[in-house]
T-cell receptor, first 109, second 115 residues
Framework: GQNIDQPTEMTATEGAIVQINCTYQTSGFNGLFWYQQHAGEAPTFLSY??LDGLEEKGRFSSFLSRSKGYSYLLLKELQMKDSASYLCAPMDSNYQLIWGAGTKLIIKP | IAGITQAPTSQILAAGRRMTLRCTQDMRHNAMYWYRQDLGLGLRLIHY???????GKGEVPDGYSVSRANTDDFPLTLASAVPSQTSVYFC??????????????FGAGSRLTVL
């Protein structure tokens, strides 16, 4: 079956760095997405990885290892506004996104 | 402002009633989707449409129907609502359906409570 595993909740301090891990099992693979979702709002796109390695985009970076079925999202210089849920979503062979339950990130001053 | 509009924002309805959630996009995206989001679960795909005139079933289609008469509109209908359909419903769209780098744009969501 298809499965996504990411921590339910994480806490970090403003200005610090946090890494949110995601492991996945899917039927085929066409890339992996990370979305950010603030409480009560819609998810918004953060990153897309289809090849192994690190993709950097400002304070956010995303890493993918296809052989290990593993990805992480790295957030640097944390700000209070980064408090949100982070959704890991690999895409299967039918181009359907398989969504994890999300990691709720709490930033403390 | 380009994007997706969903209506209603929130609705309470009695079990057994018929309900249509509306979704309109102005980005000329080919693909549209309906998801439900429940606490502790990932987004679950209800129905999708890769292009106007076609629709497909997602992971949890039972009790829901959709239509795609044109590019912009993708309404979701609950023929006879049940309490288990209490959820937050998100409509989304993307430029192409069967494509890898397929970034979704989401509407603001419709919170539905079935009593």
């Amino acid at each position: 079956g298809q499965n996504i595993d990411q921590p339910t909740e994480m806490t970090a301090t403003e200005g610090a760095i946090v890494q949110i891990n995601c492991t996945y099992q899917t039927s085929g693979f066409n890339g992996l997405f990370w979305y950010q979702q603030h409480a009560g709002e819609a998810p918004t796109f953060l990153s897309y990885n289809v090849l192994d390695g690190l993709e950097e985009k400002g304070r956010f970076s995303s890493f993918l290892s296809r052989s290990k079925g593993y990805s992480y999202l790295l957030l640097k210089e944390l700000q209070m506004k980064d408090s949100a849920s982070y959704l890991c979503a690999p895409m299967d062979s039918n181009y359907q996104l398989i969504w994890g339950a999300g990691t709720k990130l709490i930033i403390k001053p | 402002i380009a994007g997706i509009t969903q209506a209603p924002t929130s609705q309470i309805l009695a079990a057994g009633r018929r309900m249509t959630l509306r979704c309109t996009q102005d980005m000329r995206h080919n693909a549209m989707y309906w998801y439900r989001q429940d606490l502790g679960l990932g987004l679950r795909l209800i129905h999708y449409s890769n292009t106007a005139g076609t629709t497909g079933k997602g992971e949890v289609p039972d009790g829901y129907s959709v239509s795609r008469a044109n590019t912009d509109d993708f309404p979701l209908t609950l023929a006879s609502a049940v309490p288990s359909q209490t959820s937050v419903y998100f409509c989304a769209s993307s430029a192409e359906g069967d494509y890898g780098a397929n970034v979704l744009t989401f509407g603001a969501g419709s919170r539905l409570t079935v009593l």
